[in-house]
Nanobody
Framework: QVQLVESGGGLVQAGGSLRLSCVAS????????MGWFRQAPGKEREFVAA?????????YYTNSVKGRFTISRDHAKNTVYLQMNSLRPEDTAVYYC?????????????????WGQGTQVTVSS
């Protein structure tokens, strides 16, 4: 089992930036990818970005965040980051860090078996 702890959420005005961090501990050797998902009130959890944990450093993004969000990793710190720029009110959600297998296509919730507790991101207009 992998334990994940997120930080970095908060309240920001539209157009602003935030950086989320997620520190992994436990059985990280079994992790092939890490990702960020988000869930807004009344909506299903949706994929935001993911990165493979070793090897080719492949990146995955949902279309709505391409060009605005950047996912990155630091192996030495067992940490994955999500830099979020040009934030929009529709980005408001609880953001969850996840660890799991290497996605075969568009990353899905089912690809990730370990989840953090979530961090709130609120973007005001």
């Amino acid at each position: 089992q992998v334990q994940l702890v997120e930080s970095g959420g908060g309240l920001v005005q539209a157009g602003g930036s935030l950086r989320l961090s997620c520190v992994a501990s436990g059985r990280t050797a079994s992790t092939n990818a890490m990702g960020w998902f988000r869930q807004a009130p009344g909506k299903e959890r949706e994929f935001v970005a993911a990165i493979t944990w070793s090897g080719d450093n492949r990146l995955y993004y949902t279309n709505s965040v391409k060009g605005r969000f950047t996912i990155s990793r630091d192996h030495a710190k067992n940490t994955v980051y999500l830099q979020m720029n040009s934030l929009r009110p529709e980005d408001t959600a609880v953001y969850y860090c996840a660890a799991g297998i290497r996605p075969r296509g568009t990353p899905q919730v089912a690809d990730f078996g370990s989840w953090g507790q979530g961090t709130q991101v609120t973007v005001s207009s």
